[in-house]
């Protein structure tokens, strides 16, 4: 089945210490999404690429970095984790345009000690 | 711009009785709105959507939901709970139309709670 697949599901790193985090898709799908979802909250948009096109939310810290090699596959990067930076990051994937649904994957929670 | 709100934060029933999850948008344009549901630790899963067709729509797992425009509604409906519809639920608006891709705006959740 086509779907969005991400990995780790959970990891753990320390304070400071760079973390990333993987995400591929086999739908083939434009564009590919990065959120951040803390507990009982609404998913935060990161950033996202359109093809190798990358868009970054203007509130999106810089410590948040992303690439995408290829159309499969999308990596957020965290180059130094804050304790505040345990959260849920959720991948999506659409075909293209705004108005089009987009997939999510299972998420990876991330925990900072 | 556009806004989605979400009009209860919880919502709890006794399973076999109707659901209704209420949604108001805001939108400068003819919105596409969208339902995902999440269950715990999970990622999130397309319910149903609204593109400008039909007014109403239906989804998967018994799910419906209708666009009302006068009243800037999406309220999501189910005649009869089960327990595995126990999750968080996410109204999303996106009023974006050609050019780039956009993320979408969130409602902050409903947690919809059966009881036995």
């Known amino acids: 089945d086509a779907m969005v697949i991400q990995n780790p599901r959970y990891q753990v790193t320390q304070f400071g210490k760079p973390v990333t985090l993987s995400c591929s898709q086999t739908l083939n799908h434009n564009v590919m999404y990065w959120y951040q979802q803390k507990s009982s909250q609404a998913p935060k948009l990161l950033f996202h690429?359109?093809?190798?096109?990358?868009?970054n939310e203007a509130d999106t810290p810089d410590n948040f970095q992303s690439r995408r090699p290829n159309t499969s596959f999308c990596f957020l990067d965290i180059r130094s984790p804050g304790l505040g930076d345990a959260a849920m990051y959720l991948c999506a994937t659409s075909r293209g345009q705004g108005r089009d649904e987009q997939y999510f994957g299972p998420g990876t929670r991330l925990t900072v000690t | 711009a556009q806004s989605v709100t979400q009009l209860d934060s919880h919502v709890s029933v006794s399973e076999g009785t109707p659901v209704l999850l209420r949604c108001n948008y805001s939108s400068s344009y003819s919105p596409s709105l969208f339902w995902y549901v999440q269950h715990p630790n999970k990622g999130l899963q397309l319910l149903l959507k609204y593109t400008s067709a039909a007014t109403l729509v239906k989804g998967i797992n018994g799910f419906e939901a209708e666009f009302k425009k006068s009243e800037t509604s999406f309220h999501l409906t189910k005649p009869s709970a089960h327990m595995s519809d126990a999750a968080e639920y996410f109204c999303?608006?996106?009023?974006?139309?050609?050019?780039?891709?956009?993320?979408?705006?969130f409602g902050k959740g409903t947690h919809l709670i059966i009881q036995p």
């Open positions: 999303v608006v996106s009023d974006r139309s050609g050019g780039g891709a956009d993320g979408l705006t």
């Open positions: 690429y359109y093809d190798k096109d990358f868009n």
